[in-house]
């Protein structure tokens, strides 16, 4: 049923630190890697050894520049995948019944066998967060790694997502952000999560921790007085020979 | 968004023949015999070649029957299960005047308001997407419906009422245009509250996430012909609204008639192409892009 539960016993989801991801994209590549292999059809590429190469990826980092009005601009890498809405309006589009919010942990899964492919969801999804497959016609979208976090086959630290799992940062962090005591959930409160495009309406339930402030770099060498730079207005031997340079052809004034 | 034929020719030669459709449902001296014949042909090659053209572009069309579940929140199966219903009620009905020479008007009322569901929840299908400003607005059910009811009077030979609901469409889909040039910026989505980092100074989208293209680019990003948008919205005026119009005014006869439609579809079908090439989808927004 495409309707949404009215709410979840759950809400699992991922927490992103946009301060300490450092934009080297192995998350993108474990998610690739796992979700080929696992869960429904395999990832798609194509061209993949021609210079129009493209594929299917649940997960992807942009990065991008932000330049403060007083400040030197910073380089912010931005790992996105689906952010599991509370109110999630690739759910309620889709005609068939493929695409569910699950009621136990609020995971938006796709039930491929029932897809169309028609692409209605991806046109919903404000964020880019659902790739319909080129070879497989169907429309894949991040699964939480919900075959790693419940699979007892696996070994105890491994069952959390894949991209989760393979961050040297630690920059995303998986847990129940519906449960206020999680750790998931304090460090939202203590950092300051945030939402993407809260104006849609579609009430994410992974969050965005904001760069941290820059440091300002206190003054601590007491040598420091004695190495100013040599002063602007040259006096002596300096400001005989920046007058001499500056009086040979084509020298600096 | 990316301007795909099969969509242009669906939302275009649907509108039409459902249009036709109900212009037949609700006429009190229906034709019959092989008039009758004539016009639910060209109705139904219409409004089935449309909505058959539409399935060209799903992944798996062989699941398509899947499609008429989810009525209770979706509009692409509420229209479906609208297009199915009108069809078949409406064959009953053109079976009655074709073959029996008899007007089973109830069933061509109920046909009539099935033509006008389908091509509102066709027009819901679009409008929903909180994603598309553009889009999202009361002028794209309104232009949706005044063009099929238009197209459908023009169609079936109603000068009068070709005449006032085509000058509708016309100013509708001026106010479209009006509105929707600014509606994106309106919607308060940018990339400033998409990265949710605009608090930190001016974000500008500095790496794409991978050198080639994807999906969400071909798919959503479409900035190719966008350029040509006046002139073509000069010739969409021309030939869907104001050829037809002179025509009506100065008299019809079988060849104008055939002029006016044919000026008619090939002006829907670049309405059609600006409505999908304009439309920005905020997803654009994380590639720097609109
Ligand atoms: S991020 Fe997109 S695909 Fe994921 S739940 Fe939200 S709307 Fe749906
Ligand atoms: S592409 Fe598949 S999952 Fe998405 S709306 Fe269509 S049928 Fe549903
Ligand atoms: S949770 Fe799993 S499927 Fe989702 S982005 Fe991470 S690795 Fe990919």
Not at chain 1, 68 to 96: G, M, N, R, W, Y
Not at chain 2, 120 to 134: A, G, H, N
Request: with cysteine; hydrophobic share 45%.
């Amino acid at each position: 049923m495409t309707t949404l539960p009215t709410s979840t016993d759950k809400k699992l989801g991922l927490v992103i630190d946009l301060d300490t991801c450092v934009g080297c994209h192995a998350c993108v590549v474990s998610c690739k890697g796992w979700n080929t292999e696992n869960y429904g059809a395999p990832l798609s590429d194509q061209n993949a050894y021609s210079g129009a190469a493209s594929g299917t990826f649940l997960n992807r980092v942009h990065s991008y520049e932000v330049q403060p009005a007083d400040k030197a601009a910073q380089l912010i890498h931005f790992p996105k995948s689906c952010l599991h809405c509370e109110d999630a309006p690739c759910v309620t589009v889709c005609p068939t019944g493929a695409s569910y919010k699950r009621v136990e942990d609020g995971i938006v899964l796709v039930n491929e066998k029932d897809c169309i492919g028609c692409g209605l969801c991806a046109w919903a999804c404000p964020y880019g967060a659902r790739e319909l497959d080129a070879e497989e016609k169907v429309m894949k979208k991040c699964t939480l790694c919900v075959d790693r976090i419940y699979n007892t086959n696996l070994p105890e630290e491994d069952r959390q997502p894949a991209c989760v799992r393979t961050c040297p940062a630690g920059a995303r962090h998986f847990g129940d952000l519906g449960d206020p005591d999680s750790d998931v959930s304090q460090l939202v409160a203590e950092r300051g999560g945030f939402d993407l495009m809260p104006e849609q309406g579609t009430k994410p339930v992974n969050k965005y921790l904001p760069p941290r402030p820059k440091d300002v770099e206190p003054e601590f060498d007491i040598l420091a007085p004695y190495l100013e730079p040599i002063a602007t207005d040259g006096k002596g031997f300096v400001g005989w020979l920046d007058k001499a340079l500056s009086a040979l052809p084509g020298g600096a004034k | 968004m990316h301007p795909a034929p099969s969509v242009i020719i669906f939302t275009t030669f649907s509108g039409l023949g459902f249009g036709l459709l109900f212009w037949l449902g609700i006429d009190a001296t229906a034709p019959t015999g092989w008039v009758a014949f004539v016009f639910f042909a060209i109705a139904y090659l219409m409004a089935v070649g449309g909505l058959v053209a539409s399935t060209f572009h799903l992944g798996h069309p062989e699941r398509a029957i899947k499609a008429f579940s989810q009525w209770r929140s979706s509009w692409l199966s509420r229209e479906g299960i609208a297009a199915v219903f009108t069809l078949l009620i409406m064959a009953l009905y053109g079976a009655g005047l074709v073959f029996f020479g008899a007007q089973w008007s109830p069933l061509g009322w109920l046909g009539a308001l099935g033509a006008l569901a389908t091509v509102f929840t066709t027009s819901m299908i679009y409008t929903q997407l909180k994603t598309v400003p553009r889009w999202h607005h009361w002028t794209t059910p309104a232009l949706f419906l005044a063009l099929s009811l238009g197209g459908g009077a023009l169609l079936s030979g109603r000068v009068t009422v070709a005449l006032v609901l085509l000058l509708v469409a016309a100013a509708v889909q001026i106010a479209a245009w009006y509105f929707g040039d600014t509606r994106l910026k309106a919607s308060g989505t940018s990339l400033a509250s998409a990265t949710g980092l605009g608090g930190i100074g001016e974000v500008r989208a500095f790496e794409p996430p991978h050198t080639g293209t994807n999906y969400l680019l071909k798919e959503f990003v479409h900035v190719v012909g966008r350029k040509h948008a006046t002139q073509l919205r000069l010739i969409t005026l021309l030939l869907a609204f104001a050829v037809p119009i002179a025509i009506l005014l100065l008299g019809v006869n079988h060849i104008t008639a055939l002029l006016a439609v044919v000026s008619h579809i090939a002006g829907v079908l670049c309405l059609r192409w600006l409505f999908f090439a304009q439309a920005e989808h905020v997803v654009g927004l994380y590639y720097g892009k609109r």
